[in-house]
């Protein structure tokens, strides 16, 4: 089980400290589930210092599929490696929606950091006019094609109309995607979309459910740390 907070473009980098330290005082001792925190590149080098000597790892939002290069604006995962980065989530719908990415550099990017030692989360899930038009399973086969399996791998599932709207899939509309993700590529799939303390336990009671990736409800510490005990349990 994995829960990981998705911070998005939130916190600075003081404040990134303050809250890991927070964190890791209120979650000491929680056996039964993994934990991570995955801060704006400004805030890395914060949460990795903050975290060090817990069990709570430290992922970026993001990474290029180079190693270096003219490529302004990126970053590489040999400087997330260097860091004390220990994975990234790849291919936000965010950044498909508002930056260009594609299945295509999604792929290079989950690659290109599989290959330097980091484990991914892959994102992936069908906007609102997708799924009415049927077209879910084709949207999430055409993105899983991009991915290959790898043991450092894991798929979260966020369907793009629930994500940061309030509107969370039923446990069972989640399980029935994750279960036809898991029967095309066998690795853990994370559901994504509005996890909230309330509903957190009931996601993750379902059979293929293997996490959270969390965006607004892990920026605070009381609600961040409810969904990581439901976890547990
Ligand atoms: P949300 O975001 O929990 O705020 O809906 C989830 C995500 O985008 O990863």
């Known amino acids: ?36 925190v995955c801060p704006p590149f400004a805030g890395l080098a914060a949460a990795v210092q903050a975290l060090a000597d817990t069990e709570i790892a430290v992922a970026a939002q993001n990474v290029h599929w180079e190693p270096e290069g003219a490529y302004t604006g990126e970053i590489s995962a040999a400087m997330l490696v260097d860091l004390g980065v220990y994975g990234t989530i790849v291919g936000h719908s965010e950044r498909r929606q508002y930056f260009g990415e ?3 550099t999604v792929g290079r990017r989950a690659a290109a950091a599989l290959d330097a030692g980091l484990w991914v989360i892959a994102c992936i899930g069908e906007t609102e006019e997708e799924r009415e038009r049927g077209e879910t399973e ?8 991009a ?8 798929i ?28 095309l590529l066998d690795v853990p799939v994370l559901y ?9 336990a009931e996601l993750l009671s ?27 349990h």
């Open 1 to 36: 089980m994995l829960i990981a907070g998705n911070w998005k473009m939130h916190k600075t980098a003081t404040e990134t400290g303050e809250f890991c330290r927070e964190l890791r005082d209120a979650l000491g001792g929680h056996e039964g589930v993994d934990v991570a």
């Open 102 to 104: 594609t299945d295509e």
């Open 138 to 145: 084709d949207v999430l086969r055409r993105q899983l094609v």
């Open 147 to 154: 991915l290959e399996s790898h043991d450092d791998l894991v």
């Open 156 to 183: 979260a599932y966020e369907p793009v109309w629930a994500i940061g709207t309030g509107k969370t899939a039923t446990p069972e509309t989640a399980q029935e995607a994750h279960a036809f993700i898991k029967a």
């Open 192 to 200: 994504g979309g509005s996890v909230k303390p309330e509903n957190a």
């Open 206 to 232: 379902q059979p293929d459910i293997d996490g959270a990736l969390v965006g607004g409800a892990s920026l605070e510490i009381d609600s961040f740390v409810a969904i990581c005990q439901a976890g547990a």
